[in-house]
């Protein structure tokens, strides 16, 4: 099993920035492949970034230029650069976790962001 906690949600104005972060622990196995998703009310939830085992990352095209995510090892925290946000990015932000870049049984228990 694996646990997730993330931080760093908040309240930013259009154009400004935000850094999520979710430390991961438990059983670090399972959770090579790491992302985070999002949805907002009356929204189905959409994968925002992933990044794999071995470093390789995807975007939803909603963001990508102004989102990053990366991770540290060391520290078992992935991380989610927000950058350029706009009103609709806002929502609740949720870490995902899985041993595969396919499937995210793991989930923390979201932080929320509002962008105005």
């Known amino acids: 099993h694996v646990q997730l906690v993330e931080s760093g949600g908040g309240s930013v104005q259009a154009g400004g920035s935000l850094r999520l972060s979710c430390v991961a622990s438990?059983?670090?196995?399972?959770?090579?492949?790491m992302a985070w998703f999002r949805q907002a009310p009356g929204k189905e939830r959409e994968e925002v970034a992933v990044?794999?085992?071995?470093?390789?990352?995807r975007y939803a095209d909603s963001v990508k230029g102004r989102f990053s995510i990366s991770k540290d090892n060391a520290k078992n925290t992935l991380y989610l650069q927000m950058n350029s946000m706009k009103p609709e990015d806002t929502a609740k932000y949720y870490c995902?976790?899985?041993?595969?870049?396919?499937?995210?049984?793991?989930w923390g228990q979201g932080t929320q962001v509002t962008v105005s």
């Open positions: 438990g059983d670090l196995s399972s959770s090579r492949c």
């Open positions: 995902r976790a899985g041993a595969w870049c396919n499937t995210f049984p793991y």
């Open positions: 990044i794999g085992r071995d470093g390789n990352t």
